[in-house]
C-alpha cells in the first residue's frame, strides 16, 4: 500500500493559509466580543436605572444614609459591590468613603451601610428591585450619583442623575456634575456607557 504524507512545501501552505485566516478573523471577533460587552452593559445600567427608580416611587425618596434624613442626603454615590474601582473623577473616591453605599444594600437587601436603621417606614421598601449586584463586563463597578436627587449647588451643580459605568477604558470621562453655577444637563462621555434617570432641568 502506498502511503503518501504531505511535502514540506505543501505543510509552508497550509500554515501560510491558516495564519492569514486567524489574521483576518481575530480583528471581527474581537470586535464583536467588544460589541456584545457594550451591549451588556448597556443593558444592566438600565436594569439598575429602573431599580433605582422604582425605589423611590416606592419610598418617595432617593436611596439615603441611615443616618441623614431623607431630605438631606448623607448619600452620595452607589456602587457595585462586585468589581474593581474605575478610574476618574471622583465617582469611586466619593463612594468608597463615608458617603458612598452599595446597590446591594439599598436596593436588593434593604440594609443601608449594612446596617437595620431606616429613616422611612420599611414597609415601603417594596424590593429587592433587581436579582443581581455585579460588575460591568470589564471587571468594575457600576455607579450611581444619587447626590443630584438632593443637592444643586457647590463646587458642582448636580443637575443630572445617572448610573454609569467606565466601560472599555476603565476611566470614567463624565464629570459628576455641570460646573459651579452652570447648572447644566450632564451629558454622558462617548466613552463611558450610562442612562440618564433624573435631571434637574428648571432651575
Known amino acids: 500500500m502506498n502511503r503518501r504524507g504531505f511535502t514540506l512545501i505543501e505543510m509552508v501552505i497550509v500554515l501560510a493559509v491558516v495564519a492569514i485566516l486567524a489574521a483576518i478573523l481575530t480583528p471581527t471577533i474581537a470586535k464583536h466580543i467588544e460589541d456584545s460587552k457594550v451591549t451588556k452593559a448597556s443593558a444592566d445600567v438600565k436594569v439598575i436605572g429602573t431599580a433605582i ?3 423611590y416611587k416606592d419610598v418617595g425618596s432617593w ?17 457595585s459591590t462586585q468589581g474593581n ?37 420599611r414597609s415601603m421598601w417594596g424590593g429587592p428591585y433587581f436579582s443581581e449586584d455585579k460588575s460591568d463586563p470589564w471587571g468594575r463597578k457600576y455607579y450611581c450619583n444619587v447626590l443630584v436627587g438632593y443637592y444643586g449647588s457647590g463646587t458642582y451643580d ?3 442623575m445617572m448610573v454609569i459605568s467606565a466601560g472599555s477604558d476603565g476611566t470614567i470621562q463624565t464629570p459628576i456634575g455641570s460646573a459651579a453655577g452652570s447648572r447644566q444637563i450632564v451629558d454622558i462621555d462617548k466613552k463611558d456607557i450610562g442612562v440618564v434617570i433624573y435631571g434637574r432641568q428648571n432651575w
Open 158 to 160: 448636580y443637575t443630572t
Open 53 to 55: 427608580v422604582s425605589f
Open 85 to 121: 474601582r474605575a478610574a476618574g473623577s471622583t465617582w469611586d473616591t466619593w463612594s468608597s468613603g463615608t458617603h458612598g453605599d452599595t446597590f446591594k444594600n439599598q436596593l436588593i437587601s434593604n440594609t443601608i451601610k449594612g446596617n437595620s436603621s431606616w429613616n422611612y417606614d
Open 63 to 79: 436611596p439615603a444614609d441611615a443616618d441623614g434624613d431623607l431630605d438631606c442626603n448623607d448619600l452620595w454615590v452607589l456602587r
